[in-house]
């Protein structure tokens, strides 16, 4: 292959917004591994991507089982070309479910964190090699502030977060590029059955946000765009208030 | 696997269902759901209460959308039931195959096509959309049955047009058919009054053939309107254009009899006396309205009805008195359709026949349902029959005495589903389950 092929890493491919975006990935030539743990539902996808002409595989991935992780990183390599990754990967329990059991607190950290993060560790000297490459990390708004209904799950993307933070600080010296992603409410199947949501976002209309931040070399995104704005304010809330608040 | 209590409506939101929705991503999560025998629906481009189903569950198949297998040899296309008309056409066009039979909006899914057995502006060269499937994957709670026109026939015949009663069609192989470009060659003509309009429709030698009318014009220009022909072609593409959606319900006054009428007359004068050719996108063509999302709230929140009808060849003055109460009613949209069918169906409840069909949307008034009302009357007095994919007015006894292959239909029907697990507002409406 090429030195220009982009190949794209899709942790968490089987989430709908995953699909979307590796469509769009897909539109532009990008050679696409579909990294995640239901690899029946992988092999279709990549199935369907190839019949639209793209060279896609599925892959095993399992953030809780860093053993999945180097054969994928392999993958990569072996294709040759720019090396990027985007990270779909996370689990929202519910919040009352974990304070029912603790230690689900573990593997919610570890699907929206540390598993994730350990991963991208891997691939930051591949990333580094090159002297290209765009990781895009999805957090949420979540992350943004601890509140009563998931801050477990919050707590885990803020680490997330900050943890993109130093990546894209690291990655910038050696031409690569980190994006991370805040997403509002999105019409997916985590959100399926969730009550309360307001203002949501559809799937595709993330994934081409997404691809614009890439494109652009966008270091923060809310998307849809007035997440932004939203949760400024929520940010803003003094801390006595807002623990009083349920929002 | 999740079920959210929410209400949801027909694309004509007049009708609307409160009950149970699970939306699969996944086969597995699909095959899991369907174990609970309940209604499969798509995009709910379905007008009345077709893909609805009040107080019951419905399995939303839209995130069900991905391609499982083609043969760029044969265009033999397997896929999700859930993806789009327009999809299909947007991914194999390029590659020189395009859908046989598509509907007038490219959101219609491939399941909601089987299911009502959709035609299209070649539906006097195609015949109907089932007639280009070649098998379909059903889910009959834990059953998982493949029916094909040579096997399982009976079960295939009665899920074509079988609006969704037979199962949950999971999959679906298609016959695409070839394509020498993914442009159209369009050719417009004016017709000034009904029988010049007929004339065109019947003199068309053109693969794609539709009237649209102005179904306000009375008098000596009843029936006026233009013809529109195509061809697929190889060309250049104008660059599209960014779609446009309708942020919130529009006043009543948006589509009021003089705004209608002005708009019709500066519609119609657009294409010169002489005619006109253009080159068009396919979906700008076959798809002219999903440019606009939501479209359907243009017509406020009191929602809207489409009637269409189909009656036989020899019926032509029938459908004519109908088009003059239309137009002197002064209750139509500027949205109206006059086309001619050729014989083609798959199904015992398919809706085509030869003859010529009218589609005529109107905003949802009293007097709108008194008028469908008679135009039910006439249309089965002329030996036609109404489309249901579109109606959300109709009565039982009526639709039956149209449909002549009902009695049949509810008996194979009933071997899919002997409990009726698949019923939905609108067979329960029209007691389509029960053959008398
Ligand atoms: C602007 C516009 C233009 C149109 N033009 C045309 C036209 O030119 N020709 C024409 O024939 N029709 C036309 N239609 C009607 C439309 O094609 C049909 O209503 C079609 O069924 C819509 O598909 P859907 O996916 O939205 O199905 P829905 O409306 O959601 O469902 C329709 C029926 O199919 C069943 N169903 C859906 N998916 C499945 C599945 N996977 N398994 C089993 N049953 C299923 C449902 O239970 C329901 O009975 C038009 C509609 C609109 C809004
Ligand atoms: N939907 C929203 O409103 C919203 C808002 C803000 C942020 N987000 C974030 O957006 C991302 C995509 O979520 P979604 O909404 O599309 O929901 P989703 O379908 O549940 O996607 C979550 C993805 O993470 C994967 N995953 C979870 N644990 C894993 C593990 N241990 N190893 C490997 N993969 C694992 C899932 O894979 P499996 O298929 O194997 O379970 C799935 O692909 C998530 O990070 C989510 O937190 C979503």
């Known amino acids: ?247 | 696997m999740s079920w959210k209590t929410t209400e949801y409506t027909g694309w004509g939101r007049v009708l609307s269902a409160n009950g149970q929705l699970a939306r699969p991503e996944r086969a597995r999560a699909l095959s899991e759901i369907a174990k609970t025998p309940c209604p499969a629906i798509g995009n709910r481009r379905s007008y009345g209460d077709a893909a609805l189903n009040s107080d019951g569950k419905a399995i939303d198949m839209t995130r069900m959308n991905r391609i499982l297998g083609f043969d760029a040899g044969t265009g033999v296309v397997t896929v999700e039931a859930g993806i789009t008309i327009g999809e299909l056409a947007h991914v194999f066009a390029p590659k020189g195959w395009i859908p046989a039979v598509m509907p007038g909006t490219g959101f219609a899914t491939v399941g909601g096509c089987i299911a009502q057995d959709v035609h299209g502006k070649n539906h006097h060269n195609a015949g109907s959309f089932g007639q280009h499937v070649l098998s379909v994957t059903l889910l009959q709670g834990d059953k998982r049955t493949t029916a094909t026109p040579t096997k399982n026939k009976d079960l295939f015949r009665a899920t074509m047009g079988g609006i969704g009663q037979t199962g949950v069609i999971a999959e679906a192989k298609l016959q695409l058919k070839p394509c020498a470009g993914d442009v159209m060659m369009v050719t417009e003509q004016r017709a000034d009054n009904w029988d010049q309009h007929i004339n065109l429709l019947d003199a068309s030698t053109a693969e794609y053939c539709v009237g649209w009318i102005d179904a306000t014009a009375t008098g000596g220009a009843l029936g006026r309107g233009v013809i529109e022909e195509a061809e697929l072609a190889k060309g250049l593409l104008p660059t599209a254009k960014p779609s446009k959606s309708v942020p919130m319900n529009a006043p009543n006054w948006a589509l009021s009899g003089p705004i209608v009428r002005a708009f019709n007359a500066a519609y119609f004068r657009r294409v010169p006396g002489s005619g006109k050719s253009s080159v068009k996108r396919i979906d700008d063509f076959f798809f002219p309205l999903d440019k606009i999302h939501d479209w359907n709230r243009l017509y406020g929140k009191r929602g809207f009805h489409q009637f269409q009808n189909v009656v036989p060849l020899d019926q032509m003055d029938a459908l004519r008195e109908m088009l003059g109460l239309i137009a002197r009613s002064g209750l139509a949209s500027p949205l109206a359709v006059l086309k001619r069918m050729g014989p083609g169906r798959a199904g015992h409840m398919s809706f085509p026949m030869e003859g010529y069909t009218l589609a005529v949307d109107f905003p949802a008034r009293d007097n709108a349902k008194d008028l469908i009302a008679r135009l039910e009357d006439m249309t089965k007095d002329a030996g036609g029959r109404l489309y249901l994919a579109k109606d959300a007015l109709a009565t039982g006894p009526a639709i039956k005495a149209m449909y002549p292959e009902h009695g049949d239909w509810t008996k194979l029907a009933d071997k899919a589903d002997p409990d009726h697990a698949f019923a939905t507002d609108m067979t329960r409406r029209l007691d389509l389950r029960n053959a008398i």
């Open chain 1, 1 to 247: 292959m090429s030195e220009m092929t982009q190949t794209w890493i899709i942790l968490g491919a089987t989430s709908s917004m995953a699909r979307a975006f590796a469509r769009k990935v897909a539109d532009q030539g990008a050679v696409v591994l579909l990294a995640g743990r239901d690899m029946d539902d992988l092999k279709r996808s990549a199935e369907d991507m190839r019949l639209r002409g793209t060279d896609a595989r599925a892959v095993k991935f399992d953030a809780r089982d860093a053993e999945t992780f180097a054969p994928i990183l392999a993958e990569a390599d072996a294709v040759g070309g720019v090396i990027n990754a985007a990270v779909f990967v996370g689990s929202m329990p519910p919040q009352d479910a974990i304070d029912e059991d603790p230690s689900l607190i573990d593997g919610t950290v570890m699907d929206s964190f540390t598993g994730p993060a350990r991963f991208l560790q891997s691939l930051a000297p591949l990333m580094e090699a090159r002297g290209a490459g765009t990781v895009v990390g999805v957090g949420s708004v979540a992350g943004d502030r601890g509140r009563i209904g998931n801050y477990v799950y919050g707590a885990a993307k803020a680490g997330f977060a900050t943890y993109l933070s130093g990546l894209r600080n690291r990655l910038t010296r050696s031409g690569g590029h980190v994006v991370t992603v805040k997403p509002g409410f999105v019409d997916t199947a985590m959100t399926w059955d969730v009550e309360g949501m307001f203002l949501v976002a559809s799937p595709d209309k993330v994934a081409s946000d997404l691809m614009r931040a890439v494109e652009k070399k966008k270091n923060v995104i809310y998307t849809p765009f007035f997440w932004r704005y939203i949760m400024l304010i929520i940010r803003h809330i003094p801390e006595f208030i807002f623990k009083k608040m349920s929002i």
